[in-house]
């Protein structure tokens, strides 16, 4: 059977969900990993050709809000559930790069 | 069609596709009640949707599809059913560290804008998403690469967007331009957005490529991020392609990248490579239905569309018997109603669209098709001059009245031939230098010199007189 | 007494609910500390409500229908200044500024909230051993693990700490606890309960529903919580079907079809004792006039392959938020992208860790289609292998678990040994559709059995009905 997932792409699975791994944790999570996706492999054995993906089970459509003002947060309750926070703000450390 | 659009660099080609984000103009925000707002203290257009908190689930205003489907609409796009997905990226100012955005099936699909010289840009698609928060960076000099730290308001998080992506159709920084104006003229027109990018609510991302003119294959592009201003999006350009220009003359390649606009000194820089591209795992939202807009429903939308700016241009064109771009000025201006009628009732097309153009930039006040109609009567029946006519003008737009009766208060007669002689004559033999100068300089200070006669004739008429025949009369006496 | 009794007793002042509550309370504080049903005990709060339903009885009021029934919630969904866990250290002391709908409807009802019970960490788990703040015990023998995700609300109903209790079913989070611990334990249909509070971990699986020791109080509390909720785009909108008066109707004339696959040798695992209690269910339904056969659902097997790619993909996604920035843990690290890192490391446990690297990596580019779209076609099978089989009958039949309780520590180091722990409840979240566990006598082991009940969308009176036929005949349960 070939490799299901390698050890590199747990490493870069665990960098996309900003986690950190130490060497033993990804030699675990690598073959657990393998061990579940060998599992979906039973999939493989399907005729999926005809078929169309289903994203949801229910078959509602066109679920709308009316475009008015509700209640809004107050803002002190917000910023005290902050791990920091300056001038009103949300504080992080510098962010790095510029987002998409 | 016009020709080829001017090079940056001569002999080669600027091809651009435009990305523009404009906030639609709702009451509230896409998923939840708070406030679509724009300013205010930070942190205080938020409730636990808009922050994220765990637990919570969006619930799609309406009024942001409605938007949608007219600004789909007003760019001849198909509007189709369509399926929210999470655009999936960590980043401080998004609330859940995903995007709500439409990816396979947005909810505007293939359609196309036309600028004012009639040509088409292709529009690939137009879809809704959620806006993300504001970080600031503080302290370290300001620079985000620097020590210091980031403070986050989420005002701004979860506001309406349309996502409008052009085709590489554009050509050049004025092109870009004109594409820009346009879009945000149809925006304002239907009332999907304000179309404000000094206030961030339109944004431009701008793909850039060069290629030697005449290839037909496109060369590899550049996206370049944070233009805020129509100013910035054409020196953006013109860096950029002048950047790829070089490299590539100098034998090098063309690395597909990302790059970020820095105005203050006017150039790019790289942000990230194409392999560097965030992995966004888009799923489907499972937390929103699709979106499935009846014929019905699309049809109530696009009746009650207002005429679109390339409409009312075709129309006014038409009317004035001139090309499409001729009324461009006074369509973007809204003035073309006003131009309609007064056409309608007889005016000279073309003096109604001068007087609209040049005369009437800050409005029309009390200015009326009728009373616009019979001033320019006046003044194409050789009873006013240009210049009284301009005055006259002025008068019905503060004051309002019958332009007649105001020429013949302001004492505005038309001057015989012979009194005008007199005048030019007695003012060359008063200024015999500038005369001289006039009748003996180039081509620059002949035309200094007679601006400076006409002025002095006007001075002496009070603005009786005509500045055309004024001229003329210059010219003949410096030819004599 | 049964939460119907109770509520009736308070509703006519025959008892107070503070005598109520301080029964339960001390049922509580006799077991609580070998047990840890509970992540918090609210003991201060719940006197507060429970004495506010005493006075409005008195005051000729009448406080709903469970007036002073003290009820647990599981701790993933939020409670407005009471905190919300989830069992995970990364939310350890977040307080939410906002109730969950069931929460609301819970206090509208009239019902005292004694606590917020303990769970697998977000959800994710079927033995509760994955809780950040130690295991949960089974109460009729606490060497065992009482199922999970929601084994602290299955423990509690079971320990006699409440009457009612709510969990959440991802893929079997409600019924495998409430088999393993002797309870009934309810997954409506998807949509039916709202899931506007409930923290979410697989969105297009969760729901909320109830455990109680009766099926009838499992219908009163489900009767209390369902029905259409604005705030979740994917709640039914329709008025729910009424389920306490069709309780006693029976099962006459009613076709119900064992599913083959999740009950006999298709599978490898299911237990000759499971096996045999679901024979005996079977003939009561039958004996009450049921028609009752094995039938196939071939699809059902590959529904757990399915699931461990699509729940987990969602997970990824819904746990972005966990980033140390707006609430609950941070631990600090000198840029955003390294805090973000620092603080979701420190802050998931393990099998968190292991889903969202799982999801990350089905969604992920170039794997897209071979894991998460795959697996969307499996569900499309599921759903429509469900719907024949409902063409022929209208209800399934199953075992919930494949075993009874197992040892506490016994599947901890093997994941996958743990999920298939899940096998024959997760096809129901796939298609969306009710089901429930009934107790059904016990195993060789003496501790219970459940059996499940399936029906399809909307199903639950005649899923309640055969529910009350099997509850009727079961022989008698585990001794605690």
Redesign the interface.
Known sequence: MTER?TRQ??A???D??????TDDELDA?TI??A???D?????DA?D?AD????????P????????????????D???A????V??????????????? | MSGTAPEIVPGWETVIGLEVHAELATVTKMFSGAPNRFGGEPNTNIDPVSLGLPGTLPVLNGRAVELAIRVGLALNCTVQRSVFARKNYFYPDMPKDFQISQFDLPINGEGWLELADGRRIGIERAHLEEDTGKSTHVGGGGRIHEAGHSLVDYNRAGVPLIEIVGRPDLRGAEDARAYVSELRSILVAIGASDGKMEEGSMRVDCNVSVRPVGQEELGTRCEVKNINSLRSLGRAIEYEARRQVDLLTAGERIEQQTRHWNEDEGRTHKLRSKEEAFDYRYFPEPDLMPVEPSEEWIAEIRADLPPLPRERRHRLAEAAGMETSAAALTVDRGLDDLAMATIDLGADAGRVLVHLENNLADGVGLLTAGSFTDLIALETGGDLTATQAKTVLASLVAEGGDPAAIASAKGFESMDSGELEAIVDRLISEHPDDWAALTAGDDKERKKKSGFFVGEVMKATRGRADGRAVNELLARRSAG | MSARHLAEAVRSGARSARSVLDEHLDAIAAREPEIHAFNVVLADEARVAADEVDRRVAAGEDPGPLAGVPVAVKDNMCTRGIPTTCSSRILEGWIPPYDATVVERLAAAGAVMVGKTNLDEFAMGSSTENSAFGATRNPLDTTKVPGGSSGGSAAAVAAGFVPLSLGSDTGGSIRQPAALCGVVGVKPTYGAVSRYGLVAFASSLDQIGPFARTVSDAALLLEVVNGHDPLDSTSIPETPADLTSVLDRGVEGMRIGIIEELSGDVLEGIAGDVRARLGEAAAALEAAGATVETTSVPSTVYGLSAYYVIAPAEASSNLARYDGVRFGLRVDAPTSGDMHTATRTVGFGDEVKRRIMLGTYALSAGYYDAYYGKSQKVRTLIVDDFARAYGRYDLLLSPTSPTTAFDLGEKTADPMTMYLTDVCTIPSNLAGHPSMSVPFGVGDDGMPVGVQVLAPAMGEPAMFRAAAVLEAAAPPGAAS
């Open positions: 997932i792409d747990v870069h699975v665990a996309l969900a900003q986690l950190s791994l999570f657990q990993l061990d579940i996706l599992h979906a492999a039973d999939l399907l999926l078929l169309q993906p289903t994203a949801h089970p229910l509602l459509v066109n679920v709308f809000r009316a475009d008015v003002v509700g209640p809004t947060s107050d803002r309750e917000v910023l559930a902050a791990p920091a300056e001038d009103a703000q949300f504080k992080v450390p510098p962010v790095l790069g510029e987002g998409p």
